[in-house]
Nanobody, 125 residues
């Protein structure tokens, strides 16, 4: 069992930055792929980024060059550094974990085993 707790959300002006954190319980954090998803009101949950246990990363096109996903296995924490934020980035952001991730599965929310409660990010114009 893995429990995930996100933090770091808030209100920021367009062009600003936020760093989200996802703290995980358990001793096998390093074995999990960690993903970030977001969901805006009235929209489906969408993939943002993922970092595999080996450290490789993948981003959705709309955040490439602006967001950076990372992990600190010693702290059982994953991060999402968000720079050059835009109003369209406004959403509730969730972290998720899955032991084995493939190119085919990493984009789909229902493929992830564990989820946090989310943290709200609001970008004003």
């Amino acid at each position: 069992q893995v429990q995930l707790v996100e933090s770091g959300g808030g209100l920021v002006q367009a062009g600003g930055s936020l760093r989200l954190s996802c703290a995980a319980s358990g001793r096998t954090f390093s074995s999990y792929a960690m993903g970030w998803f977001r969901q805006a009101p009235g929209k489906e949950r969408e993939f943002v980024a993922v970092i595999r246990s080996g450290g490789s990363t993948y981003y959705t096109d709309s955040v490439k060059g602006r967001f950076t996903i990372s992990r600190d296995n010693a702290k059982n924490t994953a991060y999402l550094q968000m720079d050059s934020l835009k109003p369209e980035d406004t959403a509730r952001y969730y972290c998720a974990a899955r032991l084995i991730i493939t190119t085919a599965t990493m984009l789909r929310p229902n493929e992830y085993t564990y989820w946090g409660q989310g943290t709200q990010v609001t970008v004003s114009s």
